[in-house]
């Protein structure tokens, strides 16, 4: 008896576990599900902020630089080529890199894993991983409660930390080592978007929204089928050339015509922009990218400077201290063509570089898409557009030399 009890007890507390928030996790599906929930990754705006962050950040090259006296080089060898070129066999580098950055923000819920493989010593292939793979058990603990290692878990396979490419956003106050998304504090809003993307559907397709009443001196019998009131259409009204006139019985028929309720009206337009907007700031993208608002650029610089440089310098870091052995060695992101410039910008600012002598004349054609010139390698300064080491050889300086040469010391 005490048996069959026990077996009864232990059915609720099975299926409560199927329905913890840690099953739904492990099984891919929203940690969130009340009635109606809507995932971030159907969401139209958290679509357009998150593909356009991802886009953008795939978009850079990836240098590996080298720390020297006189100041940061970029280096070009195989390893700088694996990473920026070919990290992984089955992707381009954009598209390894947009993973990447789309699963941070959406799939992985502030989280990516990256499993690093070798051949004969060297790094092979840097395979993305979906985030229905993963999982993050608790951590390792010393005697007094400090976190020393934390471990990660592929298809039920433990991984030190540092055998893995974690990167992450938002750390989480309690465990700074995992990474939080937007999921939770977004709820809210996808659910207000949600519901007026319905309201919106159902508005639009309201059948009760005529815009010509036609009220008729007659008996309400006679117009008790959609026949009979065809007919009375089809003999009064007709289906006539646009514009033409209706010609109409006096004291038999009055047509009026009625203003619906538009989405202005009911004030669901505002409420879209905000709940548009404050998706937006979430996320860190200018309101333009969510269809409110029209494009400015200074605000879409401002942008790739507080939130796409940011999110790039997190992965830098990971691939520099999990990837590099030599300390004076770094992983950087090339942000310069991001920014919205225009060819006028361009030409002002490289013009200003080569007239100072800190930029050359072919570095300035490599910004507006030119190919180099072979007679534009040399540096030149602004006297007369002369090379650097030429600048001793002018008439006017001779002139000067040879005066000090033959005058006394006084002179």
Excluded at 24 to 37: A, F, H, I, R
Excluded at 155 to 173: A, C, K, M, S, T
Excluded at 213 to 232: G, T, Y
Excluded at 390 to 407: P, R, T, V
Aim: contains cysteine.
């Amino acid at each position: 008896m005490s048996k069959k009890k026990r077996q009864r007890a232990r059915q609720p507390t099975e299926k409560r576990e199927e329905n913890t928030l840690l099953g739904y996790w492990l099984k891919g599906e929203d940690l969130s599900l009340p009635s109606g929930y809507a995932r971030l990754s159907e969401n139209p705006e958290v679509r357009m902020a998150v593909d356009r962050i991802a886009d953008l950040v795939s978009s850079m090259t990836i240098h590996l630089m080298q720390n020297t006296e006189e100041g940061d080089i970029r280096i070009r060898n195989e390893l700088a080529k694996k990473i920026d070129i070919n990290p992984y066999s089955l992707m381009t580098r954009k598209d390894w890199m947009y993973f990447i950055v789309h699963t941070m923000l959406l799939e992985g819920d502030g989280n990516c894993i990256v499993f690093p493989t070798t051949r004969d010593g060297l790094l092979d292939e840097l395979i993305p991983l979906p985030a229905s793979m993963v999982s993050f058990p608790p951590p390792i603990q010393n005697g007094i409660g400090a976190v020393t290692n934390y471990q990660v878990l592929i298809q039920g396979r433990p991984y030190n930390h540092d055998e893995v490419l974690h990167f992450r956003i938002n750390p989480d106050p309690n465990r700074p080592w995992i990474g939080r998304g937007y999921r939770l504090i977004l709820n809210d809003i996808i659910g207000n978007l949600k519901q007026a993307a319905a309201t919106k559907k159902a508005f639009m397709g309201d059948k009760w929204r005529p815009g010509v009443i036609v009220m008729v001196d007659a008996d309400s019998s006679q117009f008790s089928s959609d026949e009979e009131r065809d007919k009375l259409i089809q003999r009064y009204i007709g289906s006539g050339d646009s514009g033409k006139p209706w010609i109409l019985p006096e004291g038999i028929i009055r047509v009026e015509t009625v203003k619906p309720l538009s989405l202005q009206d009911i004030a669901i337009h505002e409420s879209v922009n905000i709940d548009k907007k404050t998706v937006a700031a979430m996320l860190g993208v200018p309101p333009f990218f969510v269809g409110v608002d029209s494009f400015n650029k200074n605000e879409y610089n401002a942008f790739i400077q507080t939130r796409i440089l940011p999110l790039a310098k997190g992965i830098e870091q990971e691939l520099t201290r999990k990837l590099l052995y030599s300390p004076d060695l770094f992983f950087r992101f090339n942000s310069r063509s991001l920014y919205s410039y225009s060819l006028t910008d361009l030409v002002t600012a490289g013009t200003a570089l080569v007239d100072r002598n800190a930029l050359r004349r072919n570095e300035l054609r490599d910004w507006i898409g030119m190919s180099p010139d072979p007679e534009m390698k040399d540096l030149i300064v602004l006297e007369n557009y002369i090379p650097a080491d030429l600048l001793g050889e002018q008439n006017k300086l001779k002139d000067i030399k040879k005066a000090l040469e033959g005058g006394d010391g006084d002179e």
